[in-house]
């Protein structure tokens, strides 16, 4: 669709000059094929930067579209050449869609932003950050462990925004872990006008061990992904809440249905097997036909 849009030019061009069945013109044959390819290359670029905006467990497709419009919009707010639109069609068009959004127009599929209350977390900003040499490098480890330690001070004082649980809480006879700090990482992007947006994304994640389990998975994680500013103020918090029973019902009915493979029985409860891509292959390998 983008294609057709940004070479409809060139194309005209073809359609008024080229007679009949002629064969294409090598030269306009290169610059289409030079266009397909930098487009192609703009949204692989897209793709991998939505995954710093998805949720940090149970990734859906519609998760992922709402990761792919706020990413790129944070990126380029204007979208001159219809990318998002594009995008949001062609899930439209598969029957993809969003849950916790009221239709899939642009302003609805972005995640939100965290409550105003929220305070920026400042041992997290890029002030107080500690490189070395190069914010795209990974920080040395007595770095990684401040900053981890800084995250879990703040989480632990704001979960209740964060939509996190606290530590040993009980849901009716469930039992909820504290919230581990599963990944921080800095991150720079280059936008289209060449200037360079820094970022801190980090990962909490928590389990919540179900009671009432037997013969179905034995826990379900839940947690948050958290955009932070370079100023350490939150951007956006994308959770995935311990308390929704459609998401318990869900992967109960997963786990004991097409997801099967991926789960071993223990003590009768299904614990998640520790290799889940040797998981997927034993099973190809048993089933080469399934779907």
Not at 120 to 125: C, Q
Not at 201 to 207: D, G, R
Not at 210 to 220: C, R, T
């Amino acid at each position: 669709t983008v294609f057709e849009r940004k070479t409809r030019r060139y194309r005209r061009l073809l359609e008024r000059y080229r007679p009949g069945n002629a064969p294409l013109d090598p030269e306009m044959e290169t610059l289409l094929a030079e266009n397909a390819a930098r487009l192609a290359e703009q949204f692989l670029t897209i793709s991998i930067r939505a995954i710093d905006y998805c949720p940090p467990v149970d990734i859906t497709f519609g998760d992922y579209l709402r990761a792919l419009i706020t990413a790129d919009r944070d990126l380029v707010p204007s979208d001159p050449d219809g990318y998002r639109d594009a995008l949001i069609d062609a899930f439209a068009r598969r029957g993809i869609c969003a849950t916790g959004v009221i239709n899939l127009a642009e302003d609805a599929l972005v995640w939100d932003t965290p409550p105003p209350e929220l305070p920026p977390i400042t041992e997290l900003s890029f002030a107080r950050l500690q490189f070395r040499g190069d914010p795209g490098r990974a920080p040395e480890e007595g770095e990684l462990r401040r900053q981890a330690a800084s995250l879990g001070h703040y989480a632990s004082r704001y979960r209740t925004a964060l939509r996190l649980c606290g530590p040993n809480q009980k849901l009716g006879r469930d039992r909820v872990e504290a919230p581990v700090i599963a990944s921080i990482r800095s991150l720079q992007r280059a936008a289209p006008g060449r200037e360079v947006n820094f970022e801190l994304v980090a990962e909490i994640v928590q389990k919540r061990h179900l009671a009432d389990a037997k013969g179905g998975p034995g826990f379900i994680l839940g947690g948050a992904t958290l955009v932070v500013g370079s100023d350490g103020h939150l951007r956006y918090v994308i959770h995935k809440s311990l308390t929704n029973q459609e998401r318990i019902a869900a992967q109960r009915e997963y786990a004991c249905g097409k997801g099967r493979h991926f789960w071993q029985l223990e003590q009768d409860r299904l614990v998640y097997d520790p290799a889940p891509l040797r998981a997927l292959h034993a099973f190809r390998m048993r089933s080469p036909n399934a779907a």
